[in-house]
């Protein structure tokens, strides 16, 4: 299934939140990654939603979307030019591998390694979705402890 990343500026104001991500929820559509943050009106705040799905299920997600009272725009960034990033933090056990075939897999993709403890390493990593994808696949055949994944962040490039 196809993963689309939609930008909804909104206004920046208790409860928009709530309503927008209910908006999509409340239709039976998953919200995969959710990132908010001011702009640079303080007025308005950027959304950015993965959602998996179909061309018709984001088409009526955009269309239902852009209704809404308090949303100014709707950009379904994924059918334009755009760069998108995802930071990922992983947390690798390096009890049975030892660290040298795991900083071998960061270094392919240009992770740093964070944190270094007795048994383990913590891995920043930042790349567009796909690429943080197969970051974490190639980390499957070692003892993946925790992660935390920021959510996509996008911007059209017209």
């Given at each position: 299934m196809k993963k689309y990343i939609i930008n909804v500026l909104v206004e920046n104001r208790p409860g928009v939140l709530a309503r927008t991500v209910g908006l999509v929820s409340g239709r039976g559509y998953n919200i995969e990654t959710l990132n908010v943050g001011p702009t640079n009106d303080e007025?308005?705040?950027?959304m950015t939603m993965t959602i998996p799905g179909d061309k018709s299920v984001i088409d009526?997600?955009?269309a239902q979307l852009a209704k809404q009272i308090d949303v100014f725009k709707v950009i379904?960034?994924?059918?334009?030019?755009?760069?998108?990033r995802?930071?990922?933090l992983v947390k690798v056990s390096t009890r049975a591998t030892g660290r040298a075939p795991v900083i071998e897999v960061a270094m392919l993709f240009g992770a740093k390694v964070l944190g270094v403890q007795p048994d383990s390493l913590t891995i920043q990593m930042l790349g567009s979705q796909m690429q943080?994808?197969?970051f974490l696949t190639l980390l499957q055949p070692f003892d993946?402890?925790?992660i935390s994944r920021s959510g996509a962040i996008a911007i059209?490039?017209?």
């Open positions: 007025s308005i705040s950027k009526q997600v955009v379904n960034v994924t059918e334009k030019p755009h760069v998108d995802e930071a990922i943080v994808d197969q993946v402890l925790d059209p490039q017209e």
